[in-house]
């Protein structure tokens, strides 16, 4: 009994190798089948990179208008909100006492001019000296000094616009003491507004003057206005490695109040970089791979990479323009195996 169940155990292990080989030999007869993929060509591009903007606008042109003298006023010729022309009057001190100096130094003025001329009449005659002449020349010029300090202080009491604009509130009335620390109003031409916004230091070779932004007021994305760089900070902040860039913004069109809140986006300059699609890209923990195609075969490339943008980044080490790589059907690939492409 034992000595047949050896014998069937021997047939067993004879069949089953048997039937292996056969299988084996089968499958080799078998070529394999080639995986299917799509090529993409690596070619040069600009990697569009942007920073955020965030700010308040301010005029370019703004003021708090303040008395040169203290005095009471006499005369509000303005009101809230109004706009103005430079020079025009905005507010009148009583000017009776400066009114009346500048009289007296006038009078005084013409009356030396009178003597003056005189002596000049007499001194071909030999009636008087040029020393004397030379001395009413000097008095002249004394009191045409003093006449011009008169002037400035009756000017003084005359309150006018510094340039044209559009006042704010004018909360003003007539009788009421004013000093040099009284704010009477305010002045904005905000025909042309700035903002100032941080950009990170590293980026500051990449932003120049003339560079063109967006902004729209916050809350209000579906208003955008442009806006252009029109100087950059020569210093960079060295708490925060940031650089101060101004821009400039026509409010003729945007209708922006000083003081508002903007957000927008400003797109940097950008060099040429060698791309690939993010959906090329295959990992194999911290490494970073590319199947490019040789003849009808892939070659597992690793790769440096660098920038990353909205599904492509920037390919420092490892392929270059022209090559071409699989970007679909990546799953079954390793190195050396065929492909069928189908692109």
Same mark, same amino acid.
């Given at each position: 009994?034992?000595?047949?169940?050896?014998?069937?155990?021997?047939? $067993?292990?004879?069949?089953?190798?048997?039937?292996?080989?056969?299988?084996?030999?089968?499958?080799?007869?078998?070529?394999?089948?080639?995986? /299917?993929?799509?090529?993409?060509?690596?070619?040069?591009?600009?990697?569009?990179?942007?920073?955020?903007?965030?700010?308040? +606008?301010?005029?370019?042109?703004?003021?708090?208008?303040?008395?040169?003298?203290?005095?009471?006023?006499?005369? +509000?010729?303005? %009101?809230?909100?109004?706009?103005?022309?430079?020079?025009?009057?905005?507010?009148?001190?009583?000017?009776?006492?400066?009114?009346?100096?500048?009289?007296?130094?006038?009078?005084? *003025?013409?009356?030396? *001019?009178?003597?003056?001329?005189?002596?000049?009449?007499?001194?071909?005659?030999?009636?008087?000296?040029?020393?004397?002449?030379?001395?009413?020349?000097?008095?002249?010029?004394?009191?045409?000094?003093?006449?011009? $300090?008169?002037?400035?202080?009756?000017?003084?009491?005359?309150?006018?616009?510094?340039?044209?604009?559009?006042?704010?509130?004018?909360?003003?009335?007539?009788?009421?003491?004013?000093? /040099?620390?009284?704010?009477?109003?305010?002045?904005?031409?905000?025909? /042309?507004?700035?903002?100032?916004?941080?950009?990170?230091?590293?980026?500051?070779?990449?932003?120049?003057?003339?560079?063109?932004?967006?902004?729209?007021?916050?809350?209000?994305?579906?208003?955008?206005?442009?806006? /252009? +760089?029109?100087? $950059?900070?020569?210093?960079?902040?060295?708490?925060?490695?940031?650089?101060?860039?101004?821009?400039?913004?026509?409010?003729?069109?945007?209708?922006?109040?000083?003081?508002? *809140?903007?957000?927008?986006?400003?797109?940097?300059?950008?060099?040429?970089?060698?791309?690939?699609?993010?959906?090329?890209?295959?990992?194999?923990?911290?490494?970073?791979?590319?199947?490019?195609?040789?003849?009808?075969?892939?070659?597992?490339?690793? *790769?440096?990479?660098? +920038?990353?943008?909205?599904?492509?980044?920037?390919?420092?080490?490892?392929?270059?323009?022209?090559? %071409?790589?699989?970007?679909?059907?990546?799953?079954?690939?390793?190195?050396?195996?065929?492909?069928?492409?189908?692109?």
């Amino acid at each position: 009994m034992r000595r047949i169940i050896l014998i069937m155990a021997a047939l $067993i292990t004879v069949a089953t190798w048997m039937f292996y080989s056969n299988d084996a030999a089968d499958s080799a007869a078998i070529p394999n089948k080639p995986v /299917t993929v799509e090529v993409v060509t690596i070619e040069k591009g600009q990697l569009r990179e942007q920073v955020h903007l965030l700010g308040n +606008v301010f005029s370019a042109s703004s003021v708090n208008i303040n008395p040169e003298v203290d005095g009471r006023i006499a005369t +509000v010729a303005v %009101k809230s909100s109004q706009a103005v022309s430079k020079g025009q009057l905005l507010v009148q001190l009583d000017n009776r006492h400066q009114q009346a100096v500048l009289q007296r130094e006038q009078a005084r *003025l013409d009356d030396i *001019l009178r003597q003056h001329k005189n002596l000049l009449q007499l001194l071909p005659k030999g009636a008087t000296t040029q020393a004397e002449v030379d001395r009413y020349e000097s008095q002249v010029a004394m009191q045409q000094a003093e006449l011009a $300090i008169a002037t400035a202080a009756l000017q003084d009491r005359a309150i006018r616009a510094p340039f044209s604009g559009k006042l704010g509130l004018v909360d003003l009335s007539p009788g009421q003491l004013v000093n /040099t620390d009284t704010t009477l109003t305010t002045l904005d031409n905000a025909d /042309t507004l700035r903002l100032n916004v941080p950009v990170a230091a590293r980026y500051l070779g990449r932003v120049a003057v003339g560079q063109q932004a967006q902004v729209h007021q916050a809350g209000l994305q579906h208003q955008v206005f442009d806006a /252009t +760089v029109s100087s $950059i900070d020569s210093r960079v902040r060295g708490e925060s490695l940031n650089v101060y860039i101004q821009l400039s913004i026509d409010n003729q069109q945007a209708g922006l109040a000083p003081g508002a *809140l903007v957000t927008g986006e400003l797109a940097l300059s950008a060099p040429e970089r060698l791309l690939l699609p993010l959906q090329a890209v295959a990992y194999d923990g911290d490494r970073r791979f590319a199947y490019r195609i040789n003849q009808q075969q892939v070659d597992k490339v690793e *790769l440096e990479l660098g +920038v990353r943008g909205d599904n492509v980044v920037e390919v420092l080490n490892g392929l270059e323009a022209g090559d %071409k790589v699989v970007y679909r059907g990546l799953v079954k690939l390793h190195d050396g195996i065929e492909v069928d492409v189908l692109n």
